[in-house]
Nanobody, 125 residues
């Protein structure tokens, strides 16, 4: 069982930045591909970014490409999401997720096996 705990959310003005962290309670963190998703009120959960087990490859939703950066530190069992140039439409609850399949990288909600509780990000205009 993998427990994931997100932190770093909050209220920020448009154009500002936030850095989300997700700490995993598992020694074999390096075996999991990791992803970030978000869910706005009344909308489905959507893919934001993903990273391979060794951090060599990343993938982003078009809506955040060039503004968000996903990274991981396997020594600290932590994945990060650096969010710059934030927009009001980025407002959502952000979730990190872990995938223990053999897939190199995953972008679909159903492909992830473990989820954090989420952290709220609110961007004011």
């Amino acid at each position: 069982q993998v427990q994931l705990v997100e932190s770093g959310g909050g209220l920020v003005q448009a154009g500002g930045s936030l850095r989300l962290s997700c700490a995993a309670s598992v020694r074999t963190f390096y075996r999991y591909a990791m992803g970030w998703f978000r869910q706005a009120p009344g909308k489905e959960r959507e893919f934001v970014a993903a990273i391979t087990r060794n951090g060599a490859r990343t993938y982003y939703a078009d809506s955040v490409k060039g503004r968000f950066t996903i990274s991981r530190d396997n020594a600290k069992n932590t994945v990060y999401l650096q969010m710059n140039s934030l927009k009001p439409e980025d407002t959502a609850v952000y979730y990190c997720a872990a995938d223990d399949s053999e897939a190199v990288i995953s972008t679909m909600v159903r492909e992830y096996d473990y989820w954090g509780q989420g952290t709220q990000v609110t961007v004011s205009s």
